[in-house]
């Protein structure tokens, strides 16, 4: 077995034009394996787009709102990764193998990687969406904490790295346009962070809606509490603490960071501000998609 020193800070490995983590990249010709159910349901980001939250969100739905349910175990068993491989740890294929029906499952892979029987199949997605501007600034801090990544270097330098889709899972234009298309003719819940954080209970009830299960209004109301982002960074099962220090430091950073709309006004010089958005507005052309990075 590789040891833990030997998975840290591994250089990227392109497939299909796409960055990925290393492992990751060595867990999709095993995914080709993967058998999909009826009553999958996929939640697909960019990373940190709001994955966890969205993940936490769709438990407590299925679990028809009981925390304690929810508690059984962290998110990423609860909601396994499909990608997910890592050496000595249970992959996400291995992982849903076992896993009772009806199954969560997140992935943040760019439609060329997808498993194609995911989409022939029809499998619901929900969507979440988060500006890029605050994405990247989220997924800067990530790659310091989480040693999976290559070193992210300065913040300009990762900054343009960002912009060029030279980061893990590639271009966040690309994934936000191609998964916007795919809502047209697959059964697609497109969501926006922004939206979520202004009306959360709004966006629950647009998921309660497309997966086909209603609930009290009480019980809605109880799922916004315990997935607001003070209680999930608080809550062991979510803020991803359970993870080992070497894989994830939460010292250099924690999972749950800020949470918020608008954070890259702390993080963006305004050169910087001005060269995104002048590369943004060309990136996103003929795309019908509006980010709001503040509320
Ligand atoms: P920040 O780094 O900006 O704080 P993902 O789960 O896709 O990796 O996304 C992680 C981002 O979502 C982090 O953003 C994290 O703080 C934020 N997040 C997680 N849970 C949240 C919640 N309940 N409400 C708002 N933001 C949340």
């Keep these: 077995m590789e040891l833990l020193q030997d998975i840290s800070r591994q250089p990227l490995v392109t497939v299909k034009g796409v960055p990925l983590i290393k492992y990751f990249a060595e867990a999709l010709e095993p995914l080709e394996s993967f058998r999909v159910r009826p009553d999958d349901l996929l939640i697909s980001t960019y990373p940190k787009s709001g994955t966890t939250w969205v993940s936490q969100i769709l438990d407590m739905i299925y679990q028809g709102g009981d925390l304690e349910k929810c508690r059984r175990a962290p998110i990423f068993m609860r909601v396994p990764f499909l990608e997910f491989r890592c050496p000595g740890i249970p992959s996400g294929l291995e992982v849903l193998k076992d896993m009772a029906a009806p199954r969560l499952i997140k992935t943040h892979l760019p439609l060329a990687l997808l498993p194609q029987t995911l989409l022939d199949e029809k499998v619901k997605v929900v ?11 989220s997924y800067y801090h990530f790659y310091h904490m989480a040693k999976v990544h290559p070193e992210p270097g300065t913040w300009d330098e990762f900054l343009e790295k960002f912009m060029a889709g030279e980061v893990s899972y590639g271009s966040w234009y690309q994934h936000v346009q191609e998964w916007w298309e795919l809502s047209h003719t ?7 962070y922004e939206d979520m954080k202004e009306n959360p209970k709004r966006e629950i009830q647009k998921i309660l809606e497309f997966v086909g299960r209603p609930l009290p209004e ?22 991803y603490t359970t993870i080992p220090t070497n894989i994830m430091d939460h010292a250099v950073s924690p999972f749950m960071r800020r949470g918020i709309a608008g954070d890259w006004k702390t993080t963006f010089t305004v050169a910087q501000n001005e060269r995104f958005d002048a590369d943004y507005v060309e990136k996103m052309a003929g795309y019908n998609l509006n980010f709001r990075s503040e509320l």
Excluded: G
Aim: hydrophobic share 40%.
């Design 127 to 137: 969507y979440v969406a988060r500006n890029a501007k605050d994405v990247a600034v």
């Design 186 to 192: 697959h059964p697609v819940l497109y969501l926006f």
């Design 218 to 239: 009480k019980t809605v109301d109880h799922i916004v509490q315990h997935t607001s982002f003070t209680e999930m960074k608080k809550n062991p099962m979510t803020n």
